[in-house]
């Protein structure tokens, strides 16, 4: 009786997955996962390997969808072009360096490991059980050295030569490289663990996550730190903020994230991938820094100035908006609002474009921006309204850099805190647009608002639209305020459907998000048609044959 409540009790111990029938044991004669293979195997792959935290279970969740446990493997497949990669996420849970390679699951990965490829492990977190016993038999020698012990394994009833973790991971970079493919080696995932203050996060200290940096250093191998990035990232969002990343119904729980918990640390491993220039640029859909944030420094106001009328005499097409608008050439990137200029007569009428990059409806009002260009507006301009790429940047959340606004279009605010330490109360993104028209209108002018452009991987027949929400707020805000509307989500994705995906991939400067002179130069195109479309076709009469 007593033995079997032990059994019981230690079962409970475990996290969730290692209670499933499923999961792998390190005997490998009771190793019961399958894994992924790249599913298109002509194209580079993104190998993981390693133990829960990158991949749970049967990477399903347990049933349970985003509030089960998962590994940062699952979600940071959709930061990829799986048209150029294959991420392929061969992580086992409940095992260690040591027994992901005696369980036999490394002799069926290597296989699939070929040149030009990318290995990206992560081990540690049961590293440091038991060397020897008869459930799991998993622990490692502590250290990077050269020691090794021979044992009897309880558990498989074989003798076996143990080593130190820094060995095994050499050992995997040796094999890696011998195939003609680049190892990167990443610290364990930071545990939730608060110091007294409820501030700080408890760090691994100097065992796993040191010693991983140690082999990495020595071998010249990529570092991806998820100990301290972690940390930083857990105490930027604060304690109440963690607790969401993890499943509600373990609140016990400090290793084995939600969905949402997951995805934060697939984003620190896409920062650590970028910042040591591991893949090529092209194969990122989406771009992190270690905090969370776009990678990509958000436009320098005091560099940009408002742009004036070049004859204030002329009625002005004047444009406000982020980076899809105006680009500037950055990184070979424009926005349709730097090629609009050709489809009209000039000598009739200015075109001013005073987007400017990594704004959101909230900050090109709070900075001030707006009140410079209101300044400008006369009676018989005509303002273009372009925001939402920016918009949905989490409130409090250090890496959305202040620039998310309020869901929906109501009169809902929250306060946030600027970095100076400043309160701020954040409007709805409905609030900001009916601001925008109503100060545009009281001066004469006359208003379109206009729904984003969408990502290069959101367009497909079969996809949901891209920015569903923010087009919807749009077209009310802008009916309820007498603007009126142009569907350029709908219109680009149209269009893009006609020309199929060679010709889409070759618009953009980046993985995802900003066109390149042709894309602007396509979407320009798509802004003059909805402007013939609209009723009364207010700009018609300076519109012209574009000479591109």
């Excluded at 990184?331 to 200015?350: K, S, V």
């Excluded at 798509?526 to 207010?538: A, T």
Aim: aromatic share 8%; net charge neutral; glycine share 10%.
């Amino acid at each position: 009786m007593i033995r079997t409540l032990i059994a019981l009790l230690s079962l409970f111990a475990l996290p969730l997955t290692q209670a499933q029938t499923f999961t792998a044991s390190t005997d490998p004669a009771r190793a019961q996962v399958k894994l992924p293979e790249p599913a298109k195997p002509e194209l580079p792959s993104l190998i993981l390997i390693g133990d829960s935290t990158v991949r749970n279970g049967q990477d399903d969740g347990q049933g349970k969808g985003a509030e089960g446990q998962w590994g940062w493997g699952n979600p940071i497949a959709a930061y990829f072009d799986t048209n150029k990669i294959n991420v392929v996420n061969r992580a086992v849970g409940g095992l260690s360096s040591r027994t992901y390679r005696s369980s036999g699951h490394w002799d069926r990965t290597k296989p699939f490991i070929k040149r030009g490829d990318w290995v990206v492990m992560q081990f540690g977190h049961n590293d440091a059980s038991p060397v020897n016993d008869n459930s799991r038999a998993r622990g490692v020698l502590r250290g990077t050295g050269s020691e090794k012990e021979d044992i009897d394994n309880q558990l498989t009833g074989k003798p076996e030569t143990v080593y130190t973790y820094g060995a095994y991971l050499r050992g995997y970079i040796a094999e890696i490289r011998a195939a003609g493919a680049t190892p990167v080696v990443c610290s364990p995932v930071i545990r939730k663990r608060w110091e007294a203050d409820g501030v700080k996060v408890t760090r691994a200290g100097g065992n796993f996550a040191a010693w991983a940096a140690e082999v990495a250093r020595q071998e010249s191998v990529a570092f991806i730190d998820l100990n301290e990035w972690g940390a930083l990232r857990y105490e930027a969002l604060g304690k109440a903020t963690v607790e969401k990343l993890f499943p509600a119904d373990t609140p016990q729980e400090t290793v084995h994230t939600n969905w949402l918990g997951a995805a934060v640390n697939a984003q620190l491993v896409i920062a650590g991938l970028i910042q040591n220039k591991v893949l090529p640029d092209a194969v990122y859909t989406r771009r992190f820094a270690p905090d969370g944030s776009d990678d990509r420094p958000v436009v320098d106001a005091r560099k940009v100035k408002v742009e004036a009328p070049r004859d204030p005499k002329l009625p002005s097409l004047v444009l406000i908006g982020d980076s899809t608008v105006r680009s500037g050439g950055q990184n070979g990137a424009y926005g349709w609002g730097e090629r609009l200029a050709p489809f009209f007569d000039t000598q009739r009428i200015n075109i001013v474009n005073n987007a400017i990059g990594g704004r959101s409806s909230r900050t090109f009002f709070t900075e001030g921006r707006w009140a410079s260009v209101l300044d400008q507006l006369k009676a018989g301009d005509t303002l273009l309204i372009q925001f939402g790429h920016n918009d949905g940047a989490r409130i409090g959340d250090p890496a959305g850099k202040n620039r998310g606004s309020v869901p929906g279009i109501g009169p809902e605010a929250v306060e946030d805190t600027r970095p100076d330490g400043s309160k701020e109360m954040v409007q709805s993104f409905g609030w900001y647009l009916a601001r925008y028209i109503n100060d545009a209108k009281a001066k004469g002018a006359h208003v379109v608002v206009l729904s984003p452009i969408p990502h290069k991987d959101r367009w497909q027949t079969g996809q949901p639209r891209d920015f569903e929400s923010y087009t919807a707020w749009g077209e009310q805000v802008a009916r309820e305020n007498g603007a009126q509307f142009i569907d350029l989500t709908m219109l680009v994705t149209e269009a893009y459907r006609v020309i199929g995906a060679e010709r889409v991939d070759a618009y953009f400067a980046d993985a995802r998000t900003h066109t390149n002179d042709a894309g602007a130069v396509f979407n320009a195109t798509r802004v003059v048609e909805g402007l013939k479309r609209l009723p009364g076709k207010p700009l018609q009469a300076y519109l012209r044959e574009p000479t591109l």
